[in-house]
């Protein structure tokens, strides 16, 4: 059993065919460099309208969403938030779009009052986010997670009520031509996938050890 990152390879031909589903997981990649065309505002909506449908602990739908299109509120963003220690970053500055993730905490708060809730609107919102660079890669549109920067900066300059928590900036646009595309490496499914208990193979999951391409 491996533990190395590998390219992903074609499974055995008895794995079942590939999912239009499938095909988008595959496609999408991190994009770090953008054209100048503009996101309609149809493929904004829909991206989030796709966020919209995601599950969430208890129905709390804590995700709220904030769309930095607007050039000098785009530029005030990435000044504030791309500084610093957080200059790694700044490349999402060059992106039409930023999607500003957040959680709204005062329902869940009231919700239940537990630890689970505290812990459970990240994961919420990160499968939120997840279907929004999903349906965005559908369309055409490159997306980039970032989650290194300012975060209290980014609160401020959207204006965010204190009880709103900032958990990532998703970079949207289409991808400038001369982007890089990066293969897609993955952990052999073999090395992260056990039967019943811990370290225990699962029959068939050697057999090509990455999904389809």
């Not at 791309?82 to 930023?98: E, H, K, L, Q």
């Not at 009052?113 to 369309?139: F, T």
Request: glycine fraction near 6%.
């Amino acid at each position: 059993m491996s533990g190395l990152s590998s390219p992903i390879q074609p499974r055995a031909s008895r794995q079942p065919s590939q999912s239009p589903l499938q095909a988008v997981m595959l496609a999408r990649s991190s994009v770090r460099r953008y054209d100048a065309r503009t996101v309609s505002d149809e493929h904004i909506l829909s991206v989030v309208e796709a966020a919209r449908l995601a599950p969430s602990a208890s129905n709390s739908q804590p995700w709220r969403f904030v769309v930095v299109k607007d050039p000098h509120a785009r530029d005030a963003l990435a000044r504030r938030c791309f500084s610093g220690i957080f200059s790694r970053t700044r490349f999402a500055a060059s992106a039409p779009v930023i999607i500003v993730l957040c959680a709204e905490r005062a329902g869940t708060v009231e919700l239940a009052k537990s630890m689970k809730d505290n812990a459970m609107y990240q994961l919420d919102c990160g499968i939120a986010g997840e279907h929004i660079v999903l349906r965005a890669a559908e369309l055409g549109l490159g997306t980039c997670w970032i989650g290194w920067f300012n975060r209290r900066e980014a609160r401020r300059v959207i204006n965010a009520p204190r009880h709103v928590r900032v958990v990532s900036l998703i970079a949207m646009g289409f991808p400038a031509a001369d982007a890089p595309v990066r293969k897609k490496v993955r952990k052999p499914l073999d090395s992260i996938l056990w039967l019943d208990s811990w370290g225990k193979s699962y029959s068939g999951s050697g057999d090509g050890g990455n999904t389809s391409k």
